[in-house]
């Protein structure tokens, strides 16, 4: 069982910045994949970025160039640094760990993040 902690959300301008979290209830050396989830009123839970275990990341079309996922696997922690924020950007940011063989899947509770001036 994993719990997964967000934060760092909160209102911004646009073309500001902002740091999301997330911090393991244990460690996340052997998770095999987290990513970042986002979901706006109306729509859709859509995926934003990812990472492996190893390292390696992948980013929605929306938010290359301009997101950046990371994990410090000493402080069990995700990271999202997000720059040049846009309206769109807007909703509720949730963090996402997966275990492949067996699949199992644990959210966190999630974070809101406005953007407007």
């Known amino acids: 069982q994993v719990q997964l902690v967000e934060s760092g959300g909160g209102l911004v301008q646009p073309g500001g910045s902002l740091r999301l979290s997330c911090a393991a209830s244990?460690?996340?050396?052997?998770?095999?994949?987290m990513g970042w989830y986002r979901q706006a009123p109306g729509k859709q839970r859509e995926l934003v970025a990812h990472i492996s275990s190893g390292g390696m990341t992948g980013y929605a079309d929306s938010v290359k160039g301009r997101f950046t996922v990371s994990k410090d696997n000493a402080k069990n922690t995700m990271y999202l640094q997000m720059s040049s924020l846009k309206p769109e950007d807007t909703a509720v940011y949730y963090c996402?760990?997966?275990?492949?063989?067996?699949?199992?899947?644990?959210w966190g509770q999630g974070t809101q993040v406005t953007v407007s001036s």
């Open positions: 244990g460690s996340i050396s052997s998770i095999n994949f």
């Open positions: 996402h760990a997966m275990y492949i063989g067996p699949r199992r899947d644990y």
